[in-house]
């Protein structure tokens, strides 16, 4: 039973993994490429979200509805690199961490103002509605095992992306020296906008898919945007292997955390007691592994030092 | 142009004369405000410290902040019920002495600013941001799911708690009592920018590595000083339960960070009455703002955005003296 309850959860630990590393790998590449704190990056999540409700609630086809989640995020990302961002490259991190922030109210109240307050919901496909048996007595929810596979199968894009092309290369340098791509005649600013945008468009997906699960609605990107951030941090700012291992990382212990630390605790505790004390530290562990991994490496796993 | 030290006497002036205004006209609304104010006042001038002195660009403050809070909420929740909150190592059931509980306040919240910047002052940058923003969510979380203490609906308190002879009730007295924490405050600020210590953590903002080359242990200096500002924005917590008579898991959210950074960054960065300004400019715009429409932030944020592109560097910097030689 428990075994079967722990496979159960791991899995639900990857699938919350892989969307913390959609969320994280575009925060990763637009600190790494150009130097940006983005706070509003959450709010990518929730337009992306608020993109694909729209499109499912006019069309009924939800693959029309991530695509309208990809685009909708990009469109909003490289409006408003264009207009607000591209100013504060060259600013210190605290004008950068107060301008996204300033971002994040006005996306948050503009979204709020065109759709209202009430949360939307987002249907699954008939095809991916229901459970999949994975091994003789572990049956499994279809659309997670699907936005498990998305999570994999954009992870490997995103690494022949880097690592195969031309855009890749040019990321890559840009990562190593601005001024040098600059100078070879690269137009730089081209390049931060393209970036900015692919780093949009995978949170505004992340966003749609994880709002089929859940309601859309405002706010909804800030949680797991501070997520993301405690990934970057255990996996080291601009490294893209970093996110991936620390979202899956971070996705496996929080959900394994919260389910399984108060069982374990009811060992030397009363159940009253250790589900209270569990629950609370178990909302608490991705925190103390960061901490633990900062003690031990200031950098992050794989962040240069 | 008015320079900025007469500017600051006009403030302190307004902050002795609005609140006796709404006394006499018996508007106590305004006292309230001009109360919410200071407080939040209180806890940018603590934030200042660390983030306009000496760069530490902490976005958690809300976890002393919210520390502060609950320990205030606490403590009186349980005088009241008469609970005992624990018997080990001592008996305790409480207190709602303010005489009590601000020492009690102030020792943990540099209890835990020690803590979060032993952590965390071993990291720069970017990274010090996020780490000082996950450990302020840490506790938000905490709070959350701690059933104890009302997790997510909060805690009441029924009473103000209370100071001798005074009836801390009274909302003009109350008042004062903020106001009095906040001259305090100012006071040391002032006495620590000008000291010699102040002299080590400004030129840590400017360079660190020269002032460790002069033989400075820039890492204990930094740890002081965000000690000192995160038990400063504490006592503004405590302040704060006790205005409200509530405190819930909300004041300990990163909106709050960002909130008591934004007073700082309004009033204008390393001045010292620039929080108070930015506080006061915050709470206007939200009454007259909240009063036309319920997207204010929306509108806060717009603002914010033009400030920062375009005007850098706070509210205070209008009254600035300019000298010939600056641009």
């Given at each position: 039973?428990?075994?079967?309850?722990?496979?159960?959860?791991?899995?639900?630990?990857?699938?919350?993994?892989?969307?913390?590393?959609?969320?994280?790998?575009?925060?990763?590449?637009?600190?790494?490429?150009?130097?940006?704190?983005?706070?509003?990056?959450?709010?990518?999540?929730?337009?992306?979200?608020?993109?694909?409700?729209?499109?499912?609630?006019?069309?009924?086809?939800?693959?029309?509805?991530?695509?309208?989640?990809?685009?909708?995020?990009?469109?909003?990302?490289?409006?408003?690199?264009?207009?607000?961002?591209?100013?504060?490259?060259?600013?210190?991190?605290?004008?950068?961490?107060?301008?996204?922030?300033?971002?994040?109210?006005?996306?948050?109240?503009?979204?709020?103002?065109?759709?209202?307050?009430?949360?939307?919901?987002?249907?699954?496909?008939?095809?991916?509605?229901?459970?999949?048996?994975?091994?003789?007595?572990?049956?499994?929810?279809?659309?997670?095992?699907?936005?498990?596979?998305?999570?994999?199968?954009?992870?490997?894009?995103?690494?022949?992306?880097?690592?195969?092309?031309?855009?890749?290369?040019?990321?890559?340098?840009?990562?190593?020296?601005?001024?040098?791509?600059?100078?070879?005649?690269?137009?730089?600013?081209?390049?931060?906008?393209?970036?900015?945008?692919?780093?949009?468009?995978?949170?505004?997906?992340?966003?749609?898919?994880?709002?089929?699960?859940?309601?859309?609605?405002?706010?909804?990107?800030?949680?797991?945007?501070?997520?993301?951030?405690?990934?970057?941090?255990?996996?080291?700012?601009?490294?893209?292997?970093?996110?991936?291992?620390?979202?899956?990382?971070?996705?496996?212990?929080?959900?394994?955390?919260?389910?399984?630390?108060?069982?374990?605790?009811?060992?030397?505790?009363?159940?009253?007691?250790?589900?209270?004390?569990?629950?609370?530290?178990?909302?608490?562990?991705?925190?103390?592994?960061?901490?633990?991994?900062l003690i031990i490496k200031p950098s992050g796993l794989f962040g240069k030092? | 142009?008015?320079?900025?030290?007469?500017?600051?006497?006009?403030?302190?002036?307004?902050?002795?004369?609005?609140?006796?205004?709404?006394?006499?006209?018996?508007?106590?609304?305004?006292?309230?405000?001009?109360?919410?104010?200071?407080?939040?006042?209180?806890?940018?001038?603590?934030?200042?410290?660390?983030?306009?002195?000496?760069?530490?660009?902490?976005?958690?403050?809300?976890?002393?902040?919210?520390?502060?809070?609950?320990?205030?909420?606490?403590?009186?929740?349980?005088?009241?019920?008469?609970?005992?909150?624990?018997?080990?190592?001592?008996?305790?059931?409480?207190?709602?002495?303010?005489?009590?509980?601000?020492?009690?306040?102030?020792?943990?919240?540099?209890?835990?600013?020690?803590?979060?910047?032993?952590?965390?002052?071993?990291?720069?940058?970017?990274?010090?941001?996020?780490?000082?923003?996950?450990?302020?969510?840490?506790?938000?979380?905490?709070?959350?799911?701690?059933?104890?203490?009302?997790?997510?609906?909060?805690?009441?308190?029924?009473?103000?708690?209370?100071?001798?002879?005074?009836?801390?009730?009274?909302?003009?007295?109350?008042?004062?009592?903020?106001?009095?924490?906040?001259?305090?405050?100012?006071?040391?600020?002032?006495?620590?920018?000008?000291?010699?210590?102040?002299?080590?953590?400004?030129?840590?903002?400017?360079?660190?590595?020269?002032?460790?080359?002069?033989?400075?242990?820039?890492?204990?200096?930094?740890?002081?000083?965000?000690?000192?500002?995160?038990?400063?924005?504490?006592?503004?917590?405590?302040?704060?339960?006790?205005?409200?008579?509530?405190?819930?898991?909300?004041?300990?959210?990163?909106?709050?960070?960002?909130?008591?950074?934004?007073?700082?960054?309004?009033?204008?960065?390393?001045?010292?009455?620039?929080?108070?300004?930015?506080?006061?400019?915050?709470?206007?715009?939200?009454?007259?703002?909240?009063?036309?429409?319920?997207?204010?932030?929306?509108?806060?944020?717009?603002?914010?955005?033009?400030?920062?592109?375009?005007?850098?560097t706070g509210i205070l910097s209008l009254f600035e003296k300019k000298f010939?030689?600056?641009?």
């Amino acid at each position: 039973m428990t075994s079967i309850l722990f496979f159960e959860q791991l899995l639900n630990g990857i699938q919350f993994g892989t969307m913390l590393f959609l969320m994280s790998a575009g925060l990763t590449l637009i600190f790494g490429v150009m130097g940006l704190i983005n706070l509003a990056h959450g709010s990518f999540y929730m337009i992306g979200a608020f993109s694909a409700a729209l499109i499912a609630s006019l069309t009924g086809s939800f693959w029309l509805a991530l695509l309208a989640s990809l685009s909708g995020a990009a469109i909003a990302g490289v409006l408003i690199e264009i207009f607000i961002i591209r100013r504060l490259y060259r600013r210190d991190h605290l004008d950068q961490v107060l301008a996204t922030f300033a971002l994040i109210l006005l996306l948050s109240e503009g979204v709020r103002w065109c759709f209202g307050a009430f949360p939307l919901y987002l249907d699954i496909p008939e095809n991916l509605n229901g459970t999949l048996p994975i091994l003789d007595d572990i049956i499994y929810s279809k659309y997670r095992l699907f936005i498990i596979f998305m999570g994999l199968l954009i992870a490997a894009g995103l690494y022949i992306l880097i690592t195969k092309t031309r855009l890749g290369v040019r990321i890559r340098a840009g990562q190593n020296d601005r001024q040098m791509i600059s100078a070879l005649g690269i137009d730089i600013s081209k390049l931060y906008t393209i970036v900015f945008a692919l780093g949009a468009s995978l949170a505004g997906l992340a966003g749609a898919m994880i709002g089929a699960i859940q309601s859309v609605e405002v706010g909804m990107g800030e949680p797991i945007l501070i997520l993301a951030f405690v990934v970057i941090v255990i996996g080291g700012i601009g490294s893209i292997k970093g996110a991936l291992i620390g979202s899956i990382l971070v996705g496996v212990t929080d959900t394994i955390g919260r389910i399984f630390l108060p069982e374990f605790l009811k060992v030397f505790m009363e159940p009253a007691s250790a589900t209270s004390v569990g629950s609370s530290i178990g909302s608490m562990l991705i925190y103390i592994l960061m901490a633990l991994i900062l003690i031990i490496k200031p950098s992050g796993l794989f962040g240069k030092t | 142009m008015i320079i900025e030290k007469v500017f600051n006497k006009w403030i302190l002036l307004f902050l002795f004369t609005i609140p006796v205004f709404g006394f006499v006209f018996e508007e106590p609304y305004y006292i309230t405000l001009t109360t919410k104010v200071v407080i939040l006042g209180i806890a940018g001038i603590g934030l200042n410290l660390a983030l306009g002195y000496c760069g530490l660009i902490s976005f958690g403050h809300a976890a002393f902040f919210g520390l502060g809070g609950y320990v205030t909420g606490i403590l009186s929740f349980h005088a009241f019920n008469s609970e005992l909150m624990f018997s080990w190592p001592f008996v305790s059931s409480g207190s709602s002495d303010m005489l009590v509980i601000w020492p009690i306040v102030i020792l943990s919240s540099a209890f835990l600013a020690l803590i979060i910047g032993l952590l965390s002052l071993r990291t720069t940058g970017v990274y010090f941001i996020m780490i000082t923003l996950a450990f302020a969510q840490m506790l938000y979380f905490f709070a959350i799911s701690w059933p104890n203490y009302g997790g997510e609906d909060g805690l009441s308190i029924y009473m103000r708690n209370s100071l001798p002879i005074v009836n801390t009730m009274d909302p003009l007295t109350f008042y004062f009592i903020c106001l009095f924490w906040l001259l305090v405050v100012i006071f040391i600020s002032a006495k620590l920018i000008n000291s010699s210590f102040g002299m080590a953590f400004q030129a840590i903002k400017q360079n660190e590595e020269r002032v460790k080359s002069v033989g400075i242990e820039t890492f204990k200096v930094k740890l002081l000083v965000f000690i000192i500002s995160g038990t400063i924005t504490g006592l503004a917590g405590s302040l704060y339960t006790d205005l409200n008579r509530f405190i819930s898991p909300s004041v300990l959210n990163w909106q709050m960070s960002g909130e008591i950074m934004i007073f700082v960054i309004l009033g204008g960065i390393a001045r010292l009455y620039g929080p108070i300004v930015g506080a006061a400019f915050f709470i206007v715009l939200e009454q007259t703002l909240g009063g036309y429409t319920e997207n204010w932030q929306f509108w806060l944020g717009l603002i914010l955005i033009l400030e920062i592109l375009y005007v850098r560097t706070g509210i205070l910097s209008l009254f600035e003296k300019k000298f010939k030689y600056e641009k």
